[in-house]
């Protein structure tokens, strides 16, 4: 009987991808599945993209067995899964020295620093078991790494043409995936190129020699597998998701907005995305502009996975113009829908392309904020002279606040007078603090190095024990397309506003 395997590992999101109904069974960091060595009960492995090499899940039980998969079946490494069958990463970003972390060394390739978010299209190069009479063809899928700059001799199998790299427009074609001289390994960048290229799955399947028997098997388990992943928050964490819960009519929306980069839009979003989860609601999330690598970790924790739709188009950034990841939306199986915002909710309100700011997306689509501000930086007082700044032209634009998140409090005393103001000033019924989380240095950002598990465990708790989540679902509502504000009329807005 043929059996596949999906490497299910802390830091890994199989969730990202369907893996076009292949893998079969879960093997685990011991290198086991359901207690047998993987090598014996597997013909194939599949490695997932997420922060696999940053939350360090590569011991010695899984190298052993993936090692001993190679010889007679084959493997297939995504995004992060690739660095594992590489020879190390350099995921020093923000250092100024390299900081590297090894790989297995089954792929003669090393990785380096570079971000790209774009959905490609790839030319096949290479021949590989996977792409066997496939050469001069094209597959589809998407990029979300902060390593992706390639290095090494392995054969190429796979260019992507991307539109920008490290946050500059910067069209280009780059390797975005190789396998070893035999063929039977491959790594690639492009998430969901067994979900969109049911070409690719066609070759794995006939390189198993698989009969219809063994792919109406592999159908019965996936579907078990998928439950089976999809019942648990994260990994491993034993915190169960409930069958039935509090479906509304139609899918509702809120929006993480902030006064500034760091506010901590991505820790509050993955911690309210799986409170609402353990709740059982069923929750998609979304993001403003191009940067999906933000929304990752929530994806990770509530097992969603990353949409055409997930990135919401300003201007030319992103993936899916509003109008239409609504349409996607309405008939959708959501229950609530969190947007991450980008950067302050009106960087780039008076840009002359439209919309470019998450103001102008909330206004447009007619989504209530939570806005968010950083104690940390300024102080409390500051924080809170922001909010009501930030608040107030909300307001003026049309644009609902439905609450207000301090973060990073240090002072409780300070935090009830600066909760009065803002209060008093806008209004607003919900004003919540939350502590300053205790996560590494490093680890804490996808903008640099994250540890999914630590940093989404720690974004849960925090979250359940500071914000009321019921009150959070009586501020979303049901979006509607309601246009763009005339950049002449944002300009007034923005001058005589505050």
């Avoid at 950083?374 to 009501?388: H, T």
């Avoid at 032209?393 to 409090?409: A, C, E, F, Q, W």
């Avoid at 603090?433 to 720690?458: H, N, Q, V, W, Y």
Wanted: net charge neutral.
């Amino acid at each position: 009987m043929m059996r596949i395997g999906l490497a299910y590992l802390k830091g890994s999101v199989p969730a990202f991808e369907d893996f076009g109904n292949l893998p079969t069974d879960i093997v685990k960091e011991n290198g086991l599945v359901k207690g047998e060595p993987a090598h014996k009960v597997i013909d194939g492995l599949i490695i997932p993209g997420g922060s696999i090499i940053e939350s360090g899940s590569i011991n010695s039980d899984f190298v052993r067995e993936v090692k001993k998969i190679s010889e007679d079946g084959f493997i297939i490494g995504i995004c992060s899964g690739f660095q594992v069958l590489g020879e190390e990463t350099n995921i020093g970003r923000r250092s100024p020295h390299p900081i590297k972390r090894e790989g297995l060394g089954l792929l003669n390739v090393s990785f380096e620093p570079m971000i790209n978010n774009d959905r490609v299209e790839a030319s096949v190069v290479g021949e590989s078991f996977m792409t066997r009479g496939l050469i001069g063809t094209t597959i589809r899928g998407f990029h979300c790494h902060t390593y992706g700059a390639i290095k090494g001799d392995a054969k190429p199998i796979f260019y992507s043409k991307i539109k920008r790299s490290d946050y500059r427009d910067n069209p280009q074609e780059i390797l975005s995936g190789v396998c070893n001289d035999e063929g039977n390994i491959v790594g690639t960048l492009i998430h969901g190129c067994l979900d969109h290229n049911p070409r690719l799955v066609e070759n794995i399947l006939q390189f198993l020699d698989a009969d219809e028997m063994d792919r109406e098997m592999i159908l019965e388990r996936n579907g078990q597998l998928v439950k089976k992943i999809k019942s648990e928050l994260g990994i491993d964490t034993n915190i169960k998701i409930p069958k039935a819960g509090g479906r509304f009519n139609y899918p509702l929306m809120i929006m993480i907005a902030s006064t500034g980069s760091g506010s901590g839009k991505t820790f509050i979003t993955t911690g309210l995305a799986g409170a609402l989860r353990r709740r059982g609601f069923k929750v998609g999330v979304l993001k403003v502009g191009p940067d999906v690598r933000d929304i990752v970790p929530a994806l990770y924790l509530i097992k969603e996975k990353m949409e055409e739709y997930s990135s919401i188009r300003i201007a030319d950034l992103g993936w899916m113009s509003l109008e239409d990841v609504l349409r996607r939306l309405r008939d959708s199986a959501y229950d609530i829908i969190i947007v991450e915002g980008v950067m302050s909710s009106v960087t780039g309100l008076l840009n002359e392309k439209t919309p470019y700011s998450s103001a102008e997306i909330a206004f447009a689509a007619d989504i209530p904020i939570i806005l968010v501000s950083n104690c940390s930086k300024g102080g409390i007082e500051s924080a809170a002279l922001d909010i009501v700044a930030h608040g107030k032209l909300m307001k003026k634009l049309g644009i609902k606040v439905g609450g207000v998140i301090l973060n990073r409090v240090y002072d409780d005393k300070i935090f009830v007078k600066a909760a009065d103001f803002i209060k008093h000033s806008l209004g607003c019924d919900f004003i919540y603090k939350l502590p300053k989380a205790d996560i590494s240095e490093r680890g804490g950002t996808p903008e640099i190095e994250i540890r999914l598990e630590e940093f989404c465990l720690t974004a849960l708790k925090t979250i359940e024990e500071n914000i009321n989540i019921s009150e959070i679902c009586s501020v979303a509502r049901k979006p509607s397309f309601r246009g763009y504000i005339p950049i002449k009329v944002l300009e007034g807005k923005f001058k005589h506003g505050l």
